[in-house]
């Protein structure tokens, strides 16, 4: 069944899995990457701004910086002295302000004069050092700002500022320095994900059967189906005695409203006490009720169980042993008729036609009176049976006999059925019972006030003491295996009536005798 499930013609569970996982490892690696550039920036910046402090610390200190900061207005020795220092400390400017924030150096000249640019000067002014991120006449950089102090002396009066920069292009190529030497671990972590999943892959798909999630689901939806139409209640119990499955009609019998798994003892313990092998029509109880139940093995643990109720199973038994005992009617009939018409075809072949005519006169005469023998038998479906007997007998070379004086009336036909299974299978057994050897069966049917009364006699050697007194128990035969099911059905099916049936022996005969309770009559009935 399942390679005929149609393959999807897009990409297979294999290439969707490494997709998926290629998609998750770039999206991941994509976030490690924001995340460590983040980080990175951040130290980068934090690392610009402690040179830049330093440097300015240092600038600060100098006595021409202090004179000139003090004297408050442009000098040319000044600039160029700091522009020294500028390219020292690698940083992309070094400015010196005054009191007002007028540029007294610049690494551009002519922006010498200038206020300075950024709006960060109200903290080193007010004589307290700051690392600040601003825009200045450059650009946006990283700055350490501190202030210049009269005389040198921290504490005293400021009379100046100096700010030292690295423009944001300097902490950006230090952040792509450090990705590019991250970029082959990354390479590294990515490869191997690929080769992870998939590896991954193959292993899921060797262990769903190589089956795509389309199958899977078509495999679903089927098997749902099937549980669903099955007329038996099936469930699936796994190694831990839990049952993981059980389809509508086992649900209902065994917890109705209740959702899988559940343990199986606590619903059905007969079932959880038999051993786990193979079994079939084992009969056990399901709340009262007789049931016949099927056990399969499973693999690795746990089994699968089939079970039906014993009265349909009966039923249909029955039936089918009514339709055998119909097809070997029909055999016997039309055996014997082909035997009769050869012989008339034979004589009047041989120029004897009043032997013929006396031949088919006394068929006619024997069926005259047989048929007079069940005028009084008044349910169709049990005189057609008897008469069906009749021929199979003449072909088994039997004696077969319908007691003078039966009779039945025609409420009786209301139980047809049973009256059919118990005469059939009665009938039948003491044919079998004589063995191939020519005997006698009568049979013999009666109504009284209490009901009706059936007797199946033959002469055959009878039944073994020991199979005797388990006669009408499923299964007992004489027979062999497979047999031993009729007489337990002719219990069932009379006893569901609130009759009897008996076995004994008679002057040296088998005799089963069949008691059935009269009708009760309906109103519609009376009417």
Not at 92 to 110: C, K, Q, T
Not at 415 to 437: I, K, M, P, Q, S
Request: glycine content about 12%; charged content about 20%; overall charge neutral.
């Amino acid at each position: 069944m399942v390679r005929s499930l149609r393959v999807p013609s897009r990409l297979g569970l294999q290439g969707r899995l490494v997709r998926l996982h290629l998609l998750v490892l770039c999206a991941m690696t994509a976030a490690l990457v924001g995340v460590q550039t983040a980080y990175l920036y951040t130290q980068a910046r934090e690392r610009l701004g402690e040179r830049a402090i330093t440097t300015s610390r240092l600038v600060a200190r100098l006595p021409i910086v202090v004179r000139g900061a003090e004297a408050g207005g442009p000098n040319p020795a000044l600039n160029a002295q700091v522009g020294a220092l500028r390219e020292g400390a690698e940083a992309d400017f070094i400015v010196v302000g005054n009191v007002r924030g007028i540029r007294l150096s610049h690494p551009v000249p002519e922006r010498l004069g200038q206020p300075m640019e950024g709006g960060d000067n109200g903290e080193p002014l007010a004589g307290r050092e700051v690392v600040s991120v601003a825009r200045g006449s450059l650009g946006v950089s990283v700055r350490g700002k501190v202030p210049v102090w009269a005389d040198g002396v921290p504490g005293g009066r400021v009379v100046g500022v100096v700010s030292t920069g690295y423009l944001m292009p300097q902490a950006w190529h230090l952040v792509a320095q450090a990705l590019l030497s991250l970029a082959p671990w990354f390479l590294l972590a990515l490869g191997l994900g690929t080769v992870g999943a998939v590896w991954t892959a193959r292993r899921l798909r060797a262990s769903i059967l190589n089956l795509e999630p389309e199958q899977i689901a078509a495999l679903v939806g089927q098997h749902r189906a099937v549980l669903a139409a099955l007329r038996e209640g099936v469930i699936a119990v796994d190694a831990q005695g839990c049952v993981t499955l059980a389809s509508d009609r086992a649900g209902e019998g065994l917890s109705p409203g209740a959702q899988a798994p559940y343990r199986l003892f606590a619903v059905w313990p007969e079932l959880a006490a038999l051993p786990v092998v193979r079994q079939q029509n084992v009969e056990l109880t399901l709340r009262g009720q007789p049931v016949l139940v099927n056990v399969e093995p499973l693999e690795g643990g746990g089994f699968v169980a089939s079970f039906r109720d014993r009265a349909e199973a009966l039923a249909l038994a029955d039936e089918l042993t009514h339709a055998r005992g119909f097809v070997d009617v029909l055999r016997a009939q039309t055996h014997e008729y082909q035997n009769r018409l050869h012989v008339l075809s034979g004589l009047l072949q041989l120029g004897r036609p009043q032997e013929a005519l006396r031949l088919l006169s006394a068929e006619i005469e024997a069926d005259a009176q047989f048929r007079s023998l069940l005028r009084d038998v008044q349910v169709p479906r049990l005189v057609a049976l008897l008469a069906g007997k009749r021929e199979r007998a003449q072909e088994l070379g039997i004696d077969f006999r319908v007691a003078q004086e039966s009779g039945l009336s025609p409420v009786w036909e209301r139980h047809a059925d049973t009256l059919v299974t118990a005469v059939g299978n009665l009938t039948e057994n003491a044919f079998e019972a004589l063995g191939g050897r020519p005997g006698t069966v009568t049979v013999l049917i009666g109504e009284d006030p209490e009901g009706a009364q059936i007797e199946v006699q033959d002469d055959g050697p009878g039944m073994p003491e020991e199979l005797a007194a388990r006669l009408f128990t499923r299964g007992a035969s004489s027979k062999g295996e497979g047999r031993g099911y009729g007489l337990a059905g002719v219990s069932a099916r009379v006893s569901a009536l609130g009759g009897t049936v008996r076995y004994t022996r008679r002057g040296g005969r088998t005799v089963f005798q069949v008691s059935l309770p009269t009708p009760v009559h309906t109103p519609l009935e009376r009417v």
